[in-house]
């Protein structure tokens, strides 16, 4: 090479490529451009929008100029690693797909889609331009595409806040950067992006008052108006739990959450979370929230202690919420940091005397860290636990153990983490040689343990490969929702979403029934239905707890308010009711609702009822339970 060819470079690692600063700055521009592309479809909603989006563009734009001169000047290049991982694009595709039906059913989503694209713009920006700024490689593929969608699936902030969302993308981003620990010999992110930057700013917004910012409660009421929604999450869901073996988290959480409702309704004849034994909003977090496997356990019985938590840290999340008169739709998001950083204490749970026996990812050679996996082949008693290894199968796993050992056999000085050599021919038969000792006569696809070590007996019997026990767990997972859906633990048709039920429990004055019942009246009445407004204002007459429990010092002057309200609205008995509390007089009058009141006591916590006819509007009474309707459909 001559003198003007200047010093080689040195070679980056495998699948990264070189930019100059000026290839980078305008793959960020791409991005940036993108994102101004769409500014005009955002002023179309609300200026703020606008303005928002040509803010985080300026920004993006002069830290991109900024880094292209220091590190032009510094001739120092940019790395870029092109990495379409299929974690990343297939849970983009089950979120999509819950979106795109959620939408179908829920306009607002439809007309958020391009804030959410332009959100995904300025990850991917922000992203390239974090790592780059600190010397590392930028990557360039589906990532930033699920933590965006993640966001989004729980929690948007208004058009006129839209500055924030923004800022908890980045926050998401900047986090997963900077906040790393070393696990399982590797440097690695503590906390799942999305959920860690949804808890913090839920936290703050908690703290300060202030979720009237966002549009989180109407995100997770609105996620149960499309119809059969827990089974279209628990279609999507599937081909990553196949892929990644998840499932058992799921599965955990959702039979945990669930287990308790059941309890809890066999204690107090009510419901815990009122119209469902696991809200929607939950269920989805159960599948595509709390899941990502790279902050999660490795171990299998690490997984299912991990989806269990998760299920109890939404139940003590809501009840703390509630108790503090709070927003409740906030309970599936704040236990996941906490899991997040017990991961690695849950998996050495997982290997303790007490657990290890149940742990139906174990055997002999325990493949979860190379560390303590060579160390077990040296003989050490501390055998560390089990962890599921991956897509690629038991197998794999055995031969590369075999290999370190083999490797060290040659070289004992060798440090544990070494990276062994690709073993020859020689090498290739004496470790079929080696693992044939134990069982001369077995078939050659037979599981085989090595000399030396002593598999540990597990009360689940033998251990099925990965892909075959991803597998078992999703045909257990699809036995518990069968079985939920068919009992009413998931569905449409949930006896609590409707009043007839709450009518019941409060009569019979089970726990906190009259205090659910008015407050789903009072909604009832601010959609126009007489008859709730007339409904409530009987209660809080008739039921002075119910009174104390919403702040009224006077029931009397508040029941005249709703009977104001009622008799406005046309609904005869509620115009009498005020009349005689006005004269101190009673009782009071009650009668069912009208044919103009249907439409939206029916709507139960579902979208608004399409048929509005007569005879199917009464039809729908008698399923619910309404009394002297089922003679009326005819």
């Not at 001169?69 to 595709?93: K, M, N």
């Not at 331009?129 to 595409?145: D, H, K």
């Not at 800022?167 to 999305?194: Q, S, Y």
């Not at 356990?297 to 997984?303: F, H, I, L, N, S």
Request: with cysteine; aromatic share 10%.
């Amino acid at each position: 090479m001559s003198a003007a060819a200047g010093p080689a470079r040195p070679p980056l690692p495998g699948g990264q490529r070189s930019l100059s600063p000026a290839a980078g700055g305008a793959l960020v521009a791409g991005f940036v451009l993108a994102l101004v592309a769409c500014v005009p479809a955002a002023a179309g909603r609300h200026p703020a929008l606008a303005a928002s989006l040509l803010a985080a563009a300026a920004l993006l734009a002069t830290w991109s100029a900024g880094l292209c001169l220091s590190t032009g000047l510094r001739g120092r290049r940019l790395a870029l690693e092109i990495d379409p991982r299929p974690q990343h694009y297939v849970q983009a595709c089950a979120q999509a797909s819950v979106f795109l039906y959620w939408g179908w059913h829920w306009p607002p989503v439809r007309d958020a889609a391009v804030l959410i694209a332009a959100q995904v713009l300025f990850a991917y920006a922000f992203d390239l331009l974090l790592a780059w700024s600190r010397s590392e490689a930028g990557r360039l593929g589906f990532g930033p595409v699920p933590v965006v969608f993640s966001i989004n699936l729980f929690l948007w902030f208004a058009d006129d806040r839209f500055h924030l969302q923004l800022l908890l993308v980045a926050f998401a981003f900047a986090a997963k950067a900077l906040i790393r620990w070393e696990r399982d010999g590797r440097r690695t992110h503590v906390f799942n992006p999305a959920a860690f930057a949804l808890a913090v700013f839920g936290a703050a917004l908690l703290a300060t008052g202030t979720s009237d910012l966002t549009r989180g409660q109407d995100i997770a009421v609105s996620q149960f108006f499309p119809p059969h929604m827990y089974l279209w999450i628990f279609l999507v869901a599937l081909p990553g739990q196949y892929l990644f073996g998840v499932t058992s988290m799921t599965l955990a959480a959702v039979a945990a959450t669930w287990l308790f409702g059941l309890a809890w309704f066999t204690a107090t004849g009510v419901y815990y979370f009122y119209d469902a034994y696991i809200p929607v909003a939950v269920f989805l977090g159960m599948h595509l929230l709390f899941t990502d496997p790279s902050t999660a356990p490795r171990t299998a019985a690490g997984r299912l202690l991990f989806g269990a938590l998760y299920g109890a840290g939404v139940v003590a999340g809501y009840a703390l919420l509630a108790g503090a008169g709070l927003p409740t739709f906030y309970d599936k998001l704040l236990p996941v940091p906490l899991l997040n950083l017990s991961a690695g204490l849950l998996d050495r749970l997982a290997g303790s005397r007490a657990l290890r026996r149940l742990d139906p990812a174990g055997s002999g050679v325990l493949a979860s860290a190379g560390r303590s996996t060579v160390a077990g082949w040296a003989g050490r008693r501390a055998r560390p636990p089990a962890a599921d290894p991956g897509p690629a199968g038991g197998a794999e796993v055995a031969a590369g153990a075999s290999r370190g050992f083999l490797a060290r056999q040659s070289s004992p000085s060798a440090p544990l983490d070494a990276q062994p050599t690709r073993p020859g021919v020689c090498t290739v038969l004496r470790r079929g040689f080696l693992a044939r000792q134990s069982s001369p006569l077995a078939p050659l696809g037979a599981q085989r343990t090595l000399p030396g070590v002593v598999p540990r007996r597990r009360l689940l019997g033998r251990v099925p490969a990965p892909r075959r026990r991803h597998l078992a767990y999703m045909a257990a997972w699809a036995a518990v929702f069968a079985v939920m859906s068919a009992t009413g633990g998931v569905g449409d048709r949930h006896p609590g979403q409707w009043l007839p039920f709450w009518q019941a429990a409060c009569a019979g004055d089970r726990p906190g029934a009259c205090r659910y019942l008015a407050a789903r009246l009072s909604g009832h009445c601010a959609a126009g239905s007489g008859w709730a407004c007339n409904e409530i204002g009987v209660l809080l007459l008739t039921r002075p707890a119910v009174a104390a429990a919403a702040g009224e010092a006077d029931p009397r002057a508040a029941s005249a308010a709703w009977f104001d309200q009622g008799c406005s609205l046309g609904f005869g008995p509620a115009c009498g009711n005020l009349g005689r509390i006005a004269g101190a007089s009673g009782p009071f009058d009650r009668a069912p609702p009208g044919l103009d009141d249907w439409p939206v006591v029916l709507r139960g916590s579902k979208g608004p009822v399409a048929d509005l006819g007569p005879a199917a509007l009464l039809a729908r009474a008698c399923r619910q339970g309404w009394p002297d309707t089922c003679g009326s459909a005819d």
